[in-house]
């Protein structure tokens, strides 16, 4: 039982520290463009997404723990290419604002 529990709190360590590193790359891009990411999406595909969540959340339902935590690593590391390459697309934005 102790062993059970020390890999629980372990993989749970593992998994926060990842999460936490996702977390602020997507802070850093939210910051850098946050007003141009509003204006993006100003009221569209409400119902679409909601929908596509809800798919989203049926097929996770039936995945086994190994596939989950596979599929979340996955996510956590596009989350931050996404998040890495949309803060260099805002400061080249910037940039080139700052110059005309």
Do not use: C
């Amino acid at each position: 039982m102790g062993e059970f529990l020390k890999k629980a709190f372990s993989d749970m360590k593992k998994s926060a520290k990842a999460q936490h590193e996702v977390d602020k790359a997507e802070f850093q891009a939210a910051k850098a463009e946050a007003r141009a990411n509003f204006e993006e999406n100003r009221g569209h595909n409400t119902y679409a997404k909601a929908k596509a969540d809800a798919k989203k959340n049926w097929d996770d339902a039936h995945m086994s723990p190994s596939e989950r935590a596979a599929k979340m690593q996955e996510e956590r590391d596009a989350k931050i290419a996404e998040a890495n390459a949309r803060t260099e697309s805002a400061k080249a934005r910037t940039e080139a604002a700052k110059k005309n």
